[in-house]
């Protein structure tokens, strides 16, 4: 069968793209790829919708399955990770800090709360405006810039302190 | 720290993070099999499920291959056979290694000299994350691997449950500063579900600073697949309890806290997969009545008065003690104090880092006797009576390693050095630091010499 060229230029021009944004969201790259390879078939089934702007209508799809993802994973979990926050005022110049400094920024990521990272991803990583970012989220400018807010205050916070200790009394 | 700041900041993160992760071809082939259409028609119906039951299939497949889809034909030409079968499980081993995953020499050595034989495969090491450790800072995480099976150091522990011991090589949590060349190291991690790498102080460290209690930061090693681990502790500290952590888990590595310093032993460890299926579950029951009993053994013994010989002739032995009982392991201090023959005092234990070697080890002395419990360049544990001690035979001798064999051994006040004979007939004269003499003595050395408490010179033999 046929693929159109068109629809061939996209997966060719947008899949890095899309599985690094897919990454960022899930922090897997197990997840990302069958995040971008359920993207993309989505996109094709609907490419006469997705044809006009077909790189926001596949941010748009890949939203929404990372929400999906992420409520499956909550349905069988109640997890509360706490992860490692750095200690900025460690910071020397050498290639192992800034690459433990970067883990220690990608950790604070997943902590934050879904809608939070969204916003953050798509807006300084995919580099998508407010508007965009609404677009690709479904929500107003407003919530986008709310979210971005909260989700600066509190990157801020954990990269800033130590997490609290991680545990809880066992309910068992 | 402005907006701006730590914009920029967040942004060069994500992008260095992802910069490297590259479109599967396989991916793009089956999309490109999927033909887009305009709108749906009943003509579309057929290749549409065809192609809604193809990416089911597909997804279902990754699921059901795990890890090894994820490993790029041709990442494994570049890992030593030997490791094939480790990096296989561990994605992390299979990514293309950058600067700043090369452990640091020393660090190799310390690594090394810990595991008893096992070499480092450079090329295998891999920066992981990075703990905070209260007011010390920060150590980074790496993730290390042997060529050879070390010796467990804990022979006390169960056999892996998940990895394959077999694999020929080993995974080890190495924790790289804050300080300069000094790391905690932990033993053998392919058991990496269970308990050795569970509790705060496992790890055998190569630092006086009590380092080695990692500031309540626990971490563990999991294979692919595994995106979620919950751990359940029992803290046998002064308020018993059960713990739940559920640690952060990327690159292999699932990393959590516990309160610093606390006395917790895992009871179970679960590792989930994607969407919350359970994958494994390590259960570890009696550690924590174990752990009680050690508890209570600890304070016991922290009660033994030290015998007042070995006050008098090591100078070692006046001043205060430099660590406490979270230097050793637990299962270290139980093999010494479980049962307590020679009524060592655990709070007493004085560490040594004997720089001419170098040899790091603690003393522990107590009312009969005194115990060595060496870390570096060989692990183990000796103890003798406090005759041997005075004596000047208050010595252990470690494995032949390329014709030689490592001398570690206490001497009385007195002794500047120890002379050991070479087998030319000429003497070499060993360093005495602390009370500590180490050497690397060729196999056929047959003689030492020192002096024993009463200023007599002793002959020993090494064999």
């Given at each position: 069968m046929r693929v159109r060229p068109e629809f061939e230029d996209f997966v060719h021009a947008s899949s890095a793209r899309l599985l690094r944004t897919g990454y960022l969201l899930t922090g897997n790259r197990l997840d990302a790829e069958d995040l971008l390879q359920t993207t993309l078939m989505r996109v094709a089934r609907h490419w006469g919708a997705?044809?006009?702007?077909p790189g926001p209508y596949a941010t748009r799809v890949l939203i929404n399955l990372s929400r999906d993802r992420a409520r499956m994973a909550s349905r069988r979990l109640s997890e509360a990770p706490l992860d490692e926050a750095g200690d900025p005022?460690?910071?020397?110049?050498?290639l192992s800090d800034q690459v433990a400094r970067r883990a220690l920024i990608m950790a604070a990521l997943a902590q934050l709360a879904d809608r939070q990272r969204e916003v953050l991803v798509l807006r300084?990583?995919?580099?998508?405006?407010v508007e965009e970012t609404a677009a690709a989220t479904g929500t107003s400018a407003g919530t986008v810039k709310s979210h971005t807010s909260r989700a600066l205050t509190h990157m801020r916070e954990l990269l800033a302190e130590p997490d609290p200790m991680e545990v809880s009394p066992d309910e068992r | 720290m402005s907006d701006e700041v730590l914009i920029e900041e967040i942004r060069t993160a994500m992008r260095a993070e992802v910069d490297a992760l590259e479109v599967p071809s396989a991916v793009v082939t089956r999309v490109l099999a999927a033909p887009p259409r305009s709108r749906l028609t009943l003509g579309w119906l057929m290749p549409a499920l065809a192609v809604g039951v193809a990416a089911i299939v597909a997804v279902l497949a990754v699921t059901s291959l795990g890890h090894q889809r994820a490993v790029?034909?041709?990442?494994?030409?570049?890992?030593?056979v030997a490791a094939r079968g480790l990096a296989s499980q561990l994605g992390v081993l299979r990514r293309a290694q950058t600067q700043a995953d090369v452990l640091p020499r020393w660090a190799v050595r310390e690594t090394e000299s810990l595991s008893q034989g096992g070499r480092v495969i450079?090329?295998?090491?891999?920066?992981?994350g990075a703990v905070h450790l209260g007011r010390y800072g920060r150590a980074r995480v790496y993730l290390v691997v042997h060529t050879a099976q070390p010796?467990?150091?804990?022979?006390?522990h169960p056999e892996?449950?998940?990895?394959?011991?077999?694999?020929?090589d080993q995974a080890t949590i190495a924790y790289v500063g804050p300080f300069r060349e000094e790391a905690a190291i932990n033993g053998?991690?392919?058991?990496?579900?269970?308990e050795l790498l569970a509790a705060t102080g496992h790890g055998l460290t190569?630092?006086?600073?009590?380092?080695?209690?990692?500031?309540g930061a626990v971490t563990s090693i999991v294979p692919d697949g595994v995106v979620r681990v919950k751990w359940v502790f029992d803290d046998v500290g002064a308020k018993p309890r059960h713990l739940t952590v559920w640690p952060s888990v990327r690159d292999n590595i699932a990393l959590g806290r516990v309160p610093p310093r606390s006395q917790v032993y895992m009871s179970r460890a679960v590792w989930f997969g994607a969407n919350?299926?359970?994958i494994a579950s390590f259960a570890t029951p009696g550690r924590a009545a174990q752990a009680r009993r050690l508890r209570r053994a600890v304070a016991a013994s922290a009660k033994e008065p030290i015998a007042s010989a070995l006050v008098r002739h090591f100078a070692?032995?006046?001043?205060?003690?430099?660590?406490?009982?979270?230097?050793?392991?637990p299962a270290q201090v139980a093999s010494l104090i479980e049962p307590n023959p020679l009524g060592l005092?655990?709070?007493?234990e004085q560490y040594v880092?004997?720089?001419?070697?170098p040899a790091k080890l603690f003393v522990i002395p107590g009312a009969q006797g005194v115990a060595l419990s060496y870390l570096s360049p060989m692990v183990g544990q000796a103890a003798g009576a406090t005759s041997d001690a005075l004596g000047g035979s208050m010595f252990v001798v470690g494995p032949r390693i390329s014709g030689h064999r490592m001398v570690i051994g206490l001497a009385p006040d007195g002794n500047r050095t120890v002379r050991v004979r070479l087998p030319g007939g000429h003497d070499r004269l060993v360093p005495v630091v602390d009370n500590v003499y180490a050497a690397s003595v060729?196999?056929?050395?047959r003689w030492m010499f020192l002096k024993n408490a009463a200023g007599r010179t002793v002959r020993l033999s090494l064999r």
């Open positions: 997705a044809e006009t702007a005022a460690m910071a020397e110049d050498d300084y990583y995919a580099d998508l405006s | 790029p034909h041709g990442a494994f030409s570049r890992i030593p450079g090329r295998l090491s891999r920066l992981v010796t467990p150091l804990h022979p006390n892996p449950p998940f990895l394959n011991p077999r694999l020929g053998p991690t392919v058991a990496a579900g269970g190569a630092g006086p600073r009590q380092f080695n209690d990692l500031w919350g299926r359970e070692l032995l006046r001043g205060s003690p430099t660590n406490d009982a979270s230097g050793l392991s005092n655990i709070d007493q880092v004997y720089s001419p070697a060729p196999i056929a050395a």
